[in-house]
């Protein structure tokens, strides 16, 4: 079994703080919309996200945290997906056992499809019958 443990906390880089999600909305910090300048040139750090809580009761939940990128400060143009993390029931995320709790790290870049973007968020897509959700916090510590 591997350990990393480099995994350094800067609250400048966190990107979810703890909190419960039940519909489909952007990432918050002390109920504000988080989204990171990460500047003009080629960023990488790990994405560490940390599961409490993943509502699997109904068998058909499905939560998605995208890694999201874009060239406009308020990402109201130029979005791109560039990576997603597939959590839920096992029915409908394509895994063999359902999600449970504890820490994802998922290496992250600002550069997709040869284009480097400035800006970062986290949005969490939700679907199926909900009703408590996904409670997670994350934040990028840098590689």
Do not use: C, H
Not at 24 to 44: C, N, T
Not at 125 to 143: H, W
């Amino acid at each position: 079994m591997t350990q990393i443990r480099n995994i350094v906390f800067d609250s400048e880089l966190e990107m979810k703080d703890a909190g419960l999600v039940a519909a489909s909305a952007a990432a918050q910090v002390d109920a504000a919309d988080q989204i990171l300048d990460l500047g003009e040139s080629y960023f990488e750090a790990n994405l560490v996200v940390d599961l409490t809580a993943v509502e699997v009761a109904d068998g058909n939940e499905k939560f998605e945290i995208e890694w999201q990128l874009s060239d406009s400060a308020t990402f109201a143009s130029g979005v791109v997906v560039a990576t997603t993390l597939k959590l839920g029931d096992s029915s409908v995320t394509g895994g063999s056992a359902d999600t449970g709790t504890g820490r994802i790290i998922q290496p992250v870049r600002n550069e997709f499809m040869d284009t480097i973007y400035r800006y970062a968020r986290l949005y969490t897509r939700v679907a199926g019958t909900v009703g408590t959700g996904i409670n997670y916090s994350a934040f990028l510590s840098p590689r």
